[in-house]
C-alpha cells in the first residue's frame, strides 16, 4: 500500500490553526484587565463563546464531510479544530474568572447561582477538559481504541450543553444567532443518527436463493 505523503496535511494543519486563532486579533489585549467596563466584558465573552461554538460545529462537520466526499484523509484535522474549540472554551472561562470576577471564588458561585446558564458553561467545559488532554496517540493507545472513542463521543453531549449555555443567557432580541447555532447542532446530531440506524440494520438475506447451474442437462 503506497505511504500518504504527509508534508500537505501538516501544511493545512498549520493553515487551520493560524485561521483559527486570528479572531484574537479583534479583542482589545490592551484593555484585558478588570477595570474594563461591563460592556467590553460582555463583548469579549461574546466573542471567545461564540468561536469556541464555531470551532465546535467545524469538528463535528468533517465526519458527514468525509463521508460524502469519500476524502478519508479529512478525518486526519479534525484534532486541530477539536484543540482550537478547546483553546476558546479556555479564553472563554477565562474571561469569566478573570475579567468578570478577578479570581473571587465567592463572586464566581454566586453569580453561578444567579445566572444558572454559567453552570452548565462550566459543566460543558468540564467534559470537554478530558477530550482535549486525550487528543492524541498516546492516550489513544493507552485508553484503548474502544474506550477512547467512547469517552470522545462525549462532543455529543457538550455540543448540545454549549447550545444550551447559549440559548439561555440569550435575549429575546438576540436569540436568531443562538437558534442558527442549535439548529446547525441538530442537523449535525441528525446525520449522526441517521448513519447509526443504517449500520444497524442486518443485512437480508433473499428468501429464495436459486442454485447456479452450469449445464442445461447432466452431463454424460
Known amino acids: 500500500m503506497p505511504q500518504t505523503n504527509s508534508t500537505p496535511i501538516n501544511w493545512l494543519k ?3 490553526t493560524v485561521a483559527g486563532l ?10 484585558l484587565c478588570p477595570a474594563m467596563d461591563l460592556e467590553s466584558i460582555q463583548s469579549i465573552q461574546r466573542w471567545t463563546g461564540t468561536w469556541a461554538l464555531n470551532m465546535l460545529l467545524l469538528t463535528l462537520c468533517i465526519s458527514p464531510l468525509r463521508a460524502m466526499t469519500q476524502r478519508h484523509w479529512l478525518i486526519r484535522l479534525r484534532r486541530s479544530f477539536g484543540l482550537l474549540c478547546f483553546f476558546w472554551a479556555s479564553t472563554h472561562l477565562l474571561g469569566f474568572i478573570y475579567l468578570e470576577h478577578e479570581f473571587a471564588l465567592g463572586s464566581m458561585a454566586d453569580d453561578a447561582l444567579k445566572r444558572p446558564f454559567i453552570l452548565i458553561g462550566l459543566a460543558t467545559f468540564a467534559l470537554l477538559l478530558p477530550l482535549a488532554a486525550t ?6 493507545r493507552r485508553l484503548g481504541g ?3 472513542q467512547s469517552l470522545h463521543r462525549n462532543i455529543y453531549l457538550i455540543g448540545i450543553l454549549a447550545c444550551l449555555h447559549y440559548l439561555w443567557q440569550a435575549k429575546l ?9 442549535t439548529l446547525a447542532l441538530v442537523l449535525l446530531l441528525g446525520w449522526r443518527v ?9 443485512v437480508r438475506y433473499r428468501d429464495m436463493v436459486k442454485p447456479l ?7 454424460d
Not at 487528543?135 to 489513544?140: P, R, V, Y
Not at 441517521?194 to 442486518?202: C, L, N
Not at 447451474?213 to 452431463?219: I, V
Open 14 to 16: 498549520a493553515i487551520i
Open 22 to 31: 486570528t479572531p484574537l486579533i479583534h479583542i482589545p489585549f490592551s484593555s
Open 135 to 140: 487528543s492524541n496517540q498516546w492516550a489513544l
Open 146 to 148: 474502544k474506550a477512547w
Open 173 to 181: 432580541t438576540t436569540l436568531l444567532w443562538p437558534l442558527g447555532y
Open 194 to 202: 441517521r448513519e447509526w440506524r443504517r449500520k444497524a440494520i442486518p
Open 213 to 219: 447451474r452450469f449445464f442445461k442437462r447432466k452431463p
